[in-house]
């Protein structure tokens, strides 16, 4: 699995919706269900699922699929 | 991260709830938030939730971010969870009739507040104040925190768990803070104190539950995280997030299951290493080194166990003789043989034995805990008695001594008089059966051994001195009790203020000890003359001793001469209450057409030569 995919999982474990209504451009703007409170626990869920620390800053940055997957690939 | 992973699919092959909840080490611990999700759907295709849990959640910082962990341990303990959190702040109008916790119907409330809550004073550090202000403050904390709480004790139903958060950063003097005159820790920890007496004493059905415990456990950064804080107001890491899930969701289990009475014990390698049988009682393992000291302490923490109310059994496939050897004479076994309130030390099969446990100790399997270390005896019992939960001794002796910490059964949420003296209480059972036999060998006849023990019955007659033990009564008793009927501190508290109601209670003594209070009966009157037995129980640890009837009797008498001339009554068959099923039959009572039982008072009189052999006193309160 890629990135990209583990990502897509990730958000779709945590926010409760099928795998199916995720794709690469889903992000907390196209998405009601990701609201601020679904935004902390994506956070915590990818810190735990591939073991990175986010700084402030990341937290209220990363909020689509695209720039989530890029700061990993960066960071890890 | 393989490791995780490989860690979650075995979790994921566990096949039933049980497994889940009778795991001894805290494997949940490292569980992260998409796993959770997954394992709790996992868990809840297993098998049908077995009750719904409303949960209210009042609170001053973020608390929505707790659900999906909650939910992860509600599927854990087969619970339907509904949670409602209430608009943020210490809002008072929550306490109200048309405020959406009432609406909610909350099982249970959990109050998550901060330290500026009780006092704005607290949001600095307290070395900024003098001792005359710190008194001050605390006893602003305590009168403030009773009023609140009481103002939703009026309205709110169901039980209340109240939180503090610790303050985010470690005290204002550092390391010396322990060792200053003014010592943050030590003002805190008093102040703890107090708030749990004040609660104890005022607040019905309600717990204080200490976060720094969890502080502790945890440690400071992987209790906070301050990331969450700062911007979402969200104090918690997942790890403590999920541990206070836990700690929730284990108070809710132990107020939605049978009450677990008795811990039932392996003997080889569960109260000792090895097996006394073939290693002898000087080759066992029990002493003050490894790994004999892990033995020790487990009997130490089951001494502990004790204390909570809960009482020790012994079930050992052994010769009696050897484990008797080691508990009368191995030089570091902790628990002796007046520790355990029944043994079955022998070869038959543990179900067998389980069961006449059951009987000897009149209670039934559900409220019994089975500890042992092989696979064997552990699946025997799972899959002939379903109702008793087994939990597995683990192999490695170093996870002995906390290996029944996670069990949620084990946790109390009120500690009575009664729950701590409940061992003697058998022990002394055990010595009025002896009597009897005796007695019956000798010739004599019941009423005979009856007036041996010299019984006194004490009857209270709507008096608010142990309304915990009272409700707790209702909540327990399963076997002789006519209407099973639960109600809680506050329900009761309403019987005994209100005019409608008589709340009668009674305790036994005799020659072999006091029996604490152990029956109550509920009258509900309907008018001037006609009054209904809404609640008629009694604890099977004094079964066979005819008190029943005298209370009964006696509390007839009492209505008859307060003008009351005649009493419904009803018997309302579960599974467990067949012992009563003919008791207002063999009191004189008549089964109406409609299904009732009515017996009529406005002739009675008390036969003085029927009355069983125990002298009765009473008071009266209202």
Redesign the interface.
């Given at each position: 699995m890629n990135t990209q995919d583990q990502v897509m999982?990730?958000i779709a474990?945590?926010l409760?919706v099928p795998l199916s209504t995720i794709n690469k451009d889903s992000a907390a703007e196209n998405m009601d269900i990701w609201d601020?409170?679904a935004q902390?626990?994506l956070m915590?869920?990818l810190e735990?699922?591939f073991?990175i620390t986010?700084?402030?800053e990341d937290?209220?940055k990363l909020n689509s699929v695209t720039s989530i997957t890029d700061f990993i690939e960066r960071n890890s | 991260?393989k490791q995780k992973e490989n860690h979650i699919d075995k979790l994921l092959t566990l096949r039933t709830r049980r497994e889940f909840s009778e795991q001894t080490t805290d494997w949940y611990k490292s569980i992260?938030?998409?796993d959770a999700?997954?394992l709790a759907r996992h868990i809840n295709t297993l098998e049908s939730i077995e009750h719904v849990f409303r949960l209210g959640v009042i609170h001053t910082y973020t608390s929505?971010?707790l659900n999906?962990w909650l939910d992860f341990h509600a599927a854990i303990q087969g619970l339907e969870l509904h949670t409602y959190h209430a608009p943020y702040g210490m809002n008072i109008m929550e306490s109200q009739e048309n405020s959406g916790l009432f609406a909610h119907k909350p099982d249970l409330t959990l109050f998550l507040l901060t330290r500026e809550d009780l006092h704005p004073s607290l949001a600095n550090p307290i070395s900024e104040y003098n001792d005359g202000q710190l008194q001050q403050i605390h006893d602003e904390i305590i009168t403030h925190l009773a009023n609140i709480l009481s103002k939703f004790r009026t309205n709110i139903s169901g039980h209340f768990v109240l939180t503090i958060l610790p303050r985010i950063l470690p005290a204002a003097l550092g390391l010396f803070d322990a060792q200053a005159d003014r010592s943050e820790e030590a003002w805190w920890a008093s102040l703890k104190e107090a708030i749990a007496t004040k609660l104890r004493n005022t607040i019905e059905s309600s717990m204080f539950v200490d976060l720094d415990q969890m502080l502790a456990t945890l440690g400071r950064k992987q209790f906070f995280d301050l990331?969450?804080w700062?911007?979402?107001r969200?104090p918690f890491t997942?790890q403590a997030a999920n541990e206070l899930a836990r700690r929730t969701l284990n108070l809710a289990a132990v107020l939605k299951y049978p009450k677990a009475k008795v811990i039932v014990l392996d003997a080889d390698n569960t109260l000792w290493g090895g097996i006394v049988g073939e290693d002898g009682i000087n080759g066992i393992s029990l002493g003050p080194e490894y790994p004999g000291n892990t033995f020790v302490d487990f009997q130490h923490r089951l001494l502990d166990f004790q204390k909570r109310g809960f009482i020790l059994a012994i079930c050992s496939k052994n010769n009696p003789e050897d484990v008797q050897d080691v508990l009368d004479n191995h030089p570091h076994q902790v628990l002796r043989k007046h520790h355990f309130s029944a043994q079955r030390v022998n070869w038959l099969p543990k179900p067998e034995n389980l069961i006449s446990l059951a009987e000897e100790l009149n209670l039934g399997l559900e409220s019994f805990v089975f500890v042992d270390d092989s696979d064997h005896e552990c699946n025997m019992a799972l899959n002939q008695l379903p109702q008793v939960q087994v939990i597995q001794t683990p192999a490695k002796p170093v996870e002995i001594p906390a290996c029944l910490e996670q069990i949620a059964r084990l946790e109390i949420l009120s500690l009575t008089q009664e729950d701590q003296q409940k061992t003697q209480l058998y022990l002394q059972e055990n010595q009025r059966k002896n009597l009897q036999k005796e007695l019956e060998a000798g010739g004599n006849d019941i009423r005979q051994y009856l007036a041996s023990l010299n019984m006194e019955m004490n009857i209270s007659i709507d008096s608010t001195d142990n309304i915990s033990r009272l409700a707790q009564l209702t909540q327990k008793t399963n076997q002789f009790n006519l209407t099973t009927r639960r109600y809680s501190e506050q329900q009761i508290r309403h019987f005994i203020e209100s005019e409608q109601w008589t709340v009668a209670s009674f305790s036994l003594s005799d020659t072999f000890g006091y029996s604490g209070i152990v029956g109550l009966a509920l009258f509900h009157h309907l008018n001037t003359s006609e009054t209904e037995i809404d609640s008629f129980l009694m604890s099977c640890r004094v079964i066979g001793r005819q008190a029943e009837t005298a209370f009964l009797v006696f509390m007839l008498n009492y209505l008859a001469s307060n003008s009351v001339s005649s009493v419904a009554a009803d018997y309302l068959q579960t599974h467990k209450n067949k012992l009563v099923s003919d008791f207002y039959d063999n009191h004189d009572f008549l089964l109406e057409k409609n299904g009732r039982y009515k017996r009529d008072l406005s002739e009675f009189q008390l036969d003085k030569d029927l009355f069983p052999p125990i002298k009765v006193t009473h008071k009266t309160e209202k």
């Amino acid at each position: 699995m890629n990135t990209q995919d583990q990502v897509m999982q990730t958000i779709a474990e945590t926010l409760n919706v099928p795998l199916s209504t995720i794709n690469k451009d889903s992000a907390a703007e196209n998405m009601d269900i990701w609201d601020s409170f679904a935004q902390v626990n994506l956070m915590m869920a990818l810190e735990q699922t591939f073991d990175i620390t986010l700084e402030v800053e990341d937290l209220m940055k990363l909020n689509s699929v695209t720039s989530i997957t890029d700061f990993i690939e960066r960071n890890s | 991260m393989k490791q995780k992973e490989n860690h979650i699919d075995k979790l994921l092959t566990l096949r039933t709830r049980r497994e889940f909840s009778e795991q001894t080490t805290d494997w949940y611990k490292s569980i992260s938030l998409p796993d959770a999700k997954r394992l709790a759907r996992h868990i809840n295709t297993l098998e049908s939730i077995e009750h719904v849990f409303r949960l209210g959640v009042i609170h001053t910082y973020t608390s929505d971010l707790l659900n999906p962990w909650l939910d992860f341990h509600a599927a854990i303990q087969g619970l339907e969870l509904h949670t409602y959190h209430a608009p943020y702040g210490m809002n008072i109008m929550e306490s109200q009739e048309n405020s959406g916790l009432f609406a909610h119907k909350p099982d249970l409330t959990l109050f998550l507040l901060t330290r500026e809550d009780l006092h704005p004073s607290l949001a600095n550090p307290i070395s900024e104040y003098n001792d005359g202000q710190l008194q001050q403050i605390h006893d602003e904390i305590i009168t403030h925190l009773a009023n609140i709480l009481s103002k939703f004790r009026t309205n709110i139903s169901g039980h209340f768990v109240l939180t503090i958060l610790p303050r985010i950063l470690p005290a204002a003097l550092g390391l010396f803070d322990a060792q200053a005159d003014r010592s943050e820790e030590a003002w805190w920890a008093s102040l703890k104190e107090a708030i749990a007496t004040k609660l104890r004493n005022t607040i019905e059905s309600s717990m204080f539950v200490d976060l720094d415990q969890m502080l502790a456990t945890l440690g400071r950064k992987q209790f906070f995280d301050l990331r969450y804080w700062y911007t979402s107001r969200f104090p918690f890491t997942p790890q403590a997030a999920n541990e206070l899930a836990r700690r929730t969701l284990n108070l809710a289990a132990v107020l939605k299951y049978p009450k677990a009475k008795v811990i039932v014990l392996d003997a080889d390698n569960t109260l000792w290493g090895g097996i006394v049988g073939e290693d002898g009682i000087n080759g066992i393992s029990l002493g003050p080194e490894y790994p004999g000291n892990t033995f020790v302490d487990f009997q130490h923490r089951l001494l502990d166990f004790q204390k909570r109310g809960f009482i020790l059994a012994i079930c050992s496939k052994n010769n009696p003789e050897d484990v008797q050897d080691v508990l009368d004479n191995h030089p570091h076994q902790v628990l002796r043989k007046h520790h355990f309130s029944a043994q079955r030390v022998n070869w038959l099969p543990k179900p067998e034995n389980l069961i006449s446990l059951a009987e000897e100790l009149n209670l039934g399997l559900e409220s019994f805990v089975f500890v042992d270390d092989s696979d064997h005896e552990c699946n025997m019992a799972l899959n002939q008695l379903p109702q008793v939960q087994v939990i597995q001794t683990p192999a490695k002796p170093v996870e002995i001594p906390a290996c029944l910490e996670q069990i949620a059964r084990l946790e109390i949420l009120s500690l009575t008089q009664e729950d701590q003296q409940k061992t003697q209480l058998y022990l002394q059972e055990n010595q009025r059966k002896n009597l009897q036999k005796e007695l019956e060998a000798g010739g004599n006849d019941i009423r005979q051994y009856l007036a041996s023990l010299n019984m006194e019955m004490n009857i209270s007659i709507d008096s608010t001195d142990n309304i915990s033990r009272l409700a707790q009564l209702t909540q327990k008793t399963n076997q002789f009790n006519l209407t099973t009927r639960r109600y809680s501190e506050q329900q009761i508290r309403h019987f005994i203020e209100s005019e409608q109601w008589t709340v009668a209670s009674f305790s036994l003594s005799d020659t072999f000890g006091y029996s604490g209070i152990v029956g109550l009966a509920l009258f509900h009157h309907l008018n001037t003359s006609e009054t209904e037995i809404d609640s008629f129980l009694m604890s099977c640890r004094v079964i066979g001793r005819q008190a029943e009837t005298a209370f009964l009797v006696f509390m007839l008498n009492y209505l008859a001469s307060n003008s009351v001339s005649s009493v419904a009554a009803d018997y309302l068959q579960t599974h467990k209450n067949k012992l009563v099923s003919d008791f207002y039959d063999n009191h004189d009572f008549l089964l109406e057409k409609n299904g009732r039982y009515k017996r009529d008072l406005s002739e009675f009189q008390l036969d003085k030569d029927l009355f069983p052999p125990i002298k009765v006193t009473h008071k009266t309160e209202k």
